[in-house]
C-alpha cells in the first residue's frame, strides 16, 4: 500500500515538474496532473531501464527518475499535437 501512495506522489511530483516545462498546460487539475506526471513515469522508466539497468537491490534509480520527467514532458507534447486547443 505505501508503494501504490509513494508512486502517486512521486508521479504528482514528476507532472508538476512536466507543466512546469512546457508552457501553456496549466489548466491541468491534480489528477490529470497526477495521471500524466505516472504515465510518464512509466514511459520515461522504461526507456531509463534501456539504456541503464540499476543495480540489484537498489530503491532508487536516477536515470530512471530523469527519464521519468522527459516521459512526461514527452507526454504532454503529445497530448497538445493530438488535442490542440
Known amino acids: 500500500m505505501l ?3 509513494w508512486f502517486i506522489i512521486v ?6 515538474i512536466a507543466r512546469w516545462v512546457v508552457p501553456g498546460e ?4 491534480f489528477l490529470m496532473t497526477t495521471v500524466v506526471g ?3 513515469s512509466i514511459i520515461g522508466g522504461l526507456i531509463g531501464y ?7 537491490g ?3 534509480h536516477t536515470a530512471g527518475f530523469l ?11 503529445l497530448l497538445r499535437y493530438f488535442n490542440p486547443q
Open 3 to 5: 508503494n501504490f501512495i
Open 11 to 16: 508521479g504528482f511530483f514528476v507532472g508538476l
Open 26 to 29: 496549466n489548466h491541468m487539475g
Open 38 to 40: 505516472i504515465v510518464g
Open 50 to 56: 534501456l539504456f541503464k539497468r540499476p543495480p540489484p
Open 58 to 60: 537498489s530503491k532508487f
Open 67 to 77: 527519464m521519468s520527467i522527459v516521459g512526461a514532458i514527452i507526454l504532454m507534447l
